[in-house]
């Protein structure tokens, strides 16, 4: 009998997701058994899981949406579509690069730009695109494909590395039961696609743990050194020299007399931050560039003080996105709370630094993707995972609502 005839989706799809199954078997060969049972076999299942979830969605589940987006064409390059995504056009690529997955492509290509009034590049921080760009430069493939492509690897990269430390930063306090549960955690978490997107979200979690974990372990060269790239990562990176400052401190028992030049190591993210702020005032002008490409109508965001964007978002929660975006904060709070009885002390302050600063903009728009990286809530969750119940209900919850914001996001529908 003829073989059956085989399409083009098919055949594009088999090429894009070979590459999952080459890395596993690499990483098999490379990382300690209980790495590769605890932290990269989740991994590769969840992501597995996730891109099969939005394939079916793209086929089963259409939804449609209002004005005009944009995806990758069949040839590789970025258009303009409108009413629905395409199920056939770069599916394991289109699915992870929507939203501000083009902003992070343009300024890869382009670098920055800033139009007074306008939303501009300059809003974004330059180490996740400027990363892209550098690896694009040792792979140059081809089209906007190539690029977004190099982003997705980008950032799966970057969440196996923060996953191993945090796997490694767990372990330190804990059994490996609980590190175990707490690396399936974050990646059953409900928005867990954006460690995967095209966003910054992963880089900034792998710089965020291994400082810390380098941190705990007195390397505090090296934490300094992924702390001032956090900075650039990410505007929180920054706070990081107050949750550090204070691991410092108490690894030295509050004594003056024993703080050495090492503690310098933590002034190393306010100077990346200056420093990137003074190239953008070099550039094109104003200090306070960030801060006035943020504010404009499109994006809105503006100092305020917590309660009132607490008190604001409850007020206007008439649609299922507010009340989605109130009630996560609410649930970061709780864990934030338990945290504190139960976590280091640099740690409960780090996930209050976090959720202040989260909750500072006036809005909670984006609260349930910025809350994926407070990596102490989800040490949080993994201790109350010691209960059975508990464990059940969260694995069962939280892998349902990542599966519907994958769906969701894949198809152009706002998740966080």
Known sequence: ?????????????????????????????????????????????????????????????????????????????VHNIAGHVSANAHPLVNMWARWD?????????????????????????????????????????????????????VSNASLLIALVYFYKLVRLDYDRRTAARAALYLCVFPTTLFLSAVYSDSLFLA???????????????????????????????????????????????????????????????????????????????????????????????????????????????NSGRGAWEFFFTIALIGLAIFASFRLRPSYAVYAVVSLLFITSWGALTSAPRLGIVIFPLVIALALLGDNKVFNRAYLFFSTLLAAVAMVIFSQWGWVA
């Open 1 to 77: 009998m003829p073989p059956k005839p085989t399409s083009k989706w098919a055949i594009r799809s088999r090429q894009e997701g070979a590459g999952y199954w080459i890395v596993l078997a690499s990483l098999r060969r490379c990382l300690p058994q209980c790495l590769v049972r605890d932290v990269v076999v989740p991994l590769a299942v969840s992501r597995a899981a996730l891109a099969i979830i939005a394939l079916l969605g793209f086929h089963l589940l259409p939804i449609p949406f209002k004005g005009t987006k944009w995806e990758l064409a069949t040839n590789g390059n």
């Open 101 to 153: 997955a083009l902003w992070y492509l343009d300024i890869a290509k382009h670098g920055y730009w800033f139009v007074p009034g306008k939303r501009s590049s300059v809003a974004f921080f330059p180490l996740y695109p400027y990363l892209i760009r550098g690896l694009h430069y040792l792979m140059p493939l081809a089209r906007d494909a190539g690029w977004l492509l190099v982003g997705i690897v």
């Open 207 to 317: 710089l965020v743990v291994s400082a810390f974990y380098y941190a705990r372990t007195t390397r505090w060269l090296a934490a300094g050194v992924l702390a001032a790239a956090a900075a650039l990562c990410r505007a929180p990176g920054v706070l990081l020299i107050i949750p550090l400052g204070l691991e410092y401190f108490s690894q030295k028992a509050f004594q003056w007399r024993q703080i050495r030049t090492d503690c310098l190591s933590l002034a190393l993210a306010p100077i990346a931050l200056a420093g990137h702020l003074t190239f953008l005032r070099w550039r094109f002008g104003y200090w306070d560039i960030i801060s006035q490409a943020q504010a404009v109508k499109a994006w809105n965001r503006h100092l305020t003080l917590p309660w009132n964007t607490l008190l604001h978002s409850f007020e206007s929660m």
